[in-house]
């Protein structure tokens, strides 16, 4: 039945232009409501991936061999396994183990897993900070933590913001993932309209606009935000894209 929708109607291209429109019209009636939900995941990931990577990336600072081990570790392991294989071990394993829903699973483990990248653009934002600026802070009586707090990470900000937003773009993009464990955002309601009624490029075409507009929105704040806190010297482009 629903094939026939997207066949061509005899009347002629005005007409078909009609069809294809009130089709797109019927999809992005479908599609729009799990918008929400897909901005939903990407920020409550992007949290996670924030609070974990900023302890993760900091952890170094410890000077202490076995934390900084740890970090390293930590690292690596979540930067060498792919996001899809992590959602299933959180979901299958982890989610069985502490009872999580899908959607509290799906975003645990997209937030665990840009943690890792995020705890290096961290990490390297500290690092790029002149021993220096340590130095004075120590000779005004600083505590490292006052020192950290009051005078490296305002100055690391600034480099540390731009790569971040980037990694904020690609875990928009990477939230289409959580939809093969059932939770219905953008791609999977894509899914659902195309199992229902057989429309796959309008549909997915539908799909891809949506992402579209949404990272293009994000692409440009993330713009805004080099240009605000542009360092002379360093690269504002973000660590994978």
Known sequence: MCRLEAETPPGGPIDLIAEQGALALRILKFLLPAVPTTIGITLSSFAIALVLGTLVGLAPLARNRFITFCARIYVDVLRGVPLLVQIFFIYFGLGSVLNLNRFAAGILAVGIGYSAYLAEI??????????????????????????????????ATRTIIPPAANEFIACLKDSSLVSIIGLRELTRAGREYYSQYFVDFQTWFLVGCLYLVMTLALTKLARHLERRFAVRGFGAGGLRH
């Open 122 to 155: 961290i990490r390297s934002g500290v690092s790029s900070i002149a021993e220096g600026q340590h130095e004075a802070a120590a000779a005004l009586g600083m505590s490292r933590p006052q020192a950290m707090r009051h005078v490296i990470l305002p100055q």
